[in-house]
């Protein structure tokens, strides 16, 4: 974390100062604003998260309950979460909180008495290392909860306005806020009460029975499976010795058990098998109780028992894979000649089942994407057309995702004897551990996203997946740092410089580039940094070079890599790197070839360009894609 640049803090430097928008930003919602969100739940938070870094914009949430959500339904965490977490300054806090996910076991009828289950296989939960962070267990309140410190701590100071339900939408093109929106008091003194509000942008983060959706005409598409399940939260004694351990446990003929250690060492959750649904059930299924939910998870457990003292909640849910047509309100035939007005995000455009782990997660990215672009236009940093890459980006993602969950699911509902091998199950968990841990999403081509004709340059950043961070030793202080944690969600483009082989301040492609980036009116600074911001507030450029770190002077690095920021022009020392041979070359681990090279990434974390430090034409041409001139 870096601060004291704009003179001394002495208190938490998280809470940056209110600018715009966030300077006396009212209590009640206004007539007319920027952006509206409708829902706070993962996709919605995040969204206000990452607009709160924009004071230009005004923004406002609204949420149909009275407060903050006090418990989520939602509990795993992915990796790939974790790493946006880390972009949003909470990763630490929240893995501190959080059950860690190190292991999961498999248990099957025993051959010798199928009555009674045994452990059939122990397996490492990321055996891949995938991502220095760890998949873990925490309730999804307290995800939303840092989210919304984020978002009231940035300079718009975003707060949720709590007590106001959405309604219905109208759009009327060409207006300065072209969509209508109706909304309906839902807590306080006026209940019941109805206004219009006028939007730019509308954003439906309001669950699986969106309205949102609905008043855009988009349909949700897919089909039930068929098959229930019930899930509780629960405090209970038992001498089942793997209860804090993630576990699959399936029985000769009561069915299985997804169980979910939580966090606080105390707490787990179950997935309880409740079988089959005709397609006449009606819902009635829903009606179990929670005495049978906890016999049904008793039967499935013997000869082990379950003594349930506390059931912090619990559910009956039917297994449903849908996905929406579309995540904006653009139809088919129109797209790319009118930009989007309104956008659905999570649940809104996306369900199936619980036990993959992935609806928070997913929904997470999707407000990760969107976020930024919504920042980026409406800040006048990029053309409408940024806003056609989310649906297009966004869409595939969930289908995929849906194509996911539809086999994981079966598998967890599959009787023991209809798995070819005992160890089937196992394998598939282990083999597939890339997708549900987020980083199996790869964009494809776009005005962001660039074609791979240079990938072999650094092999280990595929273009249009997540940037997979590395060790590198920070010059400056010699202290080893992941590159990737230093990635804010503040909206910023970063360029990663690899360099050539001669070291710092020697005749190189390194330097060519770097004295053409700093000075030439047509580098990526000079057309697209606004007049007055700091040489760094749009591209945030770091260089690693293939020399120790006692090797590089820091007095002949390349300026642009020393940037003179703030209003006292102070040196920022923390964008030039070296290897760090102790815990691994970078230019190793990530295949990047040792004639340098260009790592774009884009503000949400996913590689958008690969290129030789020779590329300058391309890479301008590649921001001017997707960003406007800084005249406009």
Not at 159 to 164: A, L, M
Not at 185 to 209: F, I, L, M, N
Request: hydrophobic share 40%; net charge negative.
């Amino acid at each position: 974390m870096q601060f004291h640049h704009h003179g001394y803090v002495s208190g938490d430097p998280r809470v940056l100062p209110a600018a715009g928008t966030g300077l006396n930003r009212p209590d009640e919602l206004p007539d007319e604003m920027d952006v509206l969100i409708v829902g706070s739940g993962p996709a919605g938070m995040v969204i206000a998260a990452q607009l709160s870094q924009y004071p230009s914009i005004t923004t406002r949430l609204i949420e149909r309950r009275a407060g903050r959500l006090e418990i989520g339904q939602a509990d795993g965490i992915q990796a790939r979460s974790n790493e946006t977490f880390q972009a949003f300054g909470f990763a630490e806090r929240l893995i501190s909180e959080a059950f860690q996910l190190t292991a999961m076991n498999f248990w099957a009828p025993d051959p010798a008495n199928p009555t009674s289950i045994i452990r059939t296989q122990r397996t490492e939960d990321d055996p891949h290392g995938i991502s220095e962070f760890p998949h873990m267990l925490v309730n999804q309140a307290r995800v939303l909860d840092y989210f919304a410190e984020f978002a009231a701590n940035g300079p718009a100071r975003i707060k949720p306005d709590y007590g106001w339900d959405f309604v219905t939408l109208e759009i009327t093109e060409g207006a300065e806020y072209p969509v209508a929106v109706m909304v309906r008091a839902t807590a306080g003194e006026r209940v019941g009460e109805q206004r219009v509000v006028r939007a730019k942008y509308v954003v439906g983060c309001d669950g699986a029975k969106s309205a949102v959706r609905e008043s855009i005409g988009r349909k949700h598409l897919g089909t039930p499976s068929f098959h229930a399940w019930g899930v509780m939260d629960v405090l209970a004694v038992t001498d089942f010795p793997d209860i804090r351990t993630k576990c699959a446990i399936q029985s000769h003929h009561n069915g299985s058990i997804l169980l979910i250690p939580r966090e606080g060492g105390f707490l787990f959750r179950m997935y309880v098998d409740l079988g089959a649904v005709g397609a006449d059930d009606q819902h009635q299924v829903r009606q179990t109780t929670i005495e049978q939910i906890i016999a049904k998870a008793n039967a499935i457990l013997n000869p082990y028992t379950l003594d349930v003292r506390n059931v912090a909640w619990s559910s009956v849910y039917e297994v449903g894979h849908r996905v929406t047509d579309k995540f904006d309100d653009v139809p088919v035939e129109l797209t790319g000649q009118r930009a989007p007005r309104v956008f659905i995000a999570g649940d809104a455009c996306h369900t199936h089942s619980a036990k993959a782990g992935q609806g928070m997660n997913v929904s997470i990215q999707d407000g990760f994407n969107l976020g930024w672009k919504l920042g980026q236009v409406l800040d006048g940093r990029a053309p409408e057309a940024l806003l056609e890459t989310y649906s297009a980006e966004r869409q595939v993602v969930a289908q995929n995702l849906i194509d996911f969950d539809r086999e994981w699911a079966s598998m967890m509902a599959k009787k023991p004897e209809e798995f070819e091998s005992p160890a089937e199950l196992a394998e598939f968990y282990v083999t597939t551990a890339e997708f549900p841990a987020g980083f199996m999403t790869q964009y494809e081509p776009s005005m962001i996203t660039g074609e791979a004709t240079h990938q072999q340059l650094a092999s280990g950043f595929p273009i249009g997946k997540r940037f997979k961070s590395a060790r590198a030793l920070r010059v400056a202080d010699a202290n080893p740092v992941h590159l990737g944690h230093h990635h804010r969600a503040d909206g910023r483009w970063r360029v990663y410089a690899f360099a050539d082989a001669p070291a710092a301040g020697e005749a190189s492609a390194l330097t060519d580039w770097a004295e053409w980036l700093a000075t030439s009116g047509d580098s990526p600074v000079a057309r697209f940094t606004p007049e007055g911001s700091d040489v760094d507030g749009v591209f945030d450029f770091k260089v690693v070079f293939q020399q120790s770190y006692e090797d590089v002077d820091l007095g002949r690095v390349p300026p642009i890599f020393l940037p003179r920021v703030g209003p006292f022009g102070l040196i920022d020392y923390e964008k030039v790197y070296a290897v760090d041979p102790k815990r691994g070359d970078i230019f190793d681990e990530r295949g990047i070839d040792r004639t340098g090279c260009l790592v774009i990434v884009r503000p949400d974390q996913y590689v958008a360009h690969v290129l030789p430090l020779t590329a300058r034409d391309e890479l301008t041409d590649f921001f001017a894609g997707c960003m406007r001139t800084s005249g406009g």
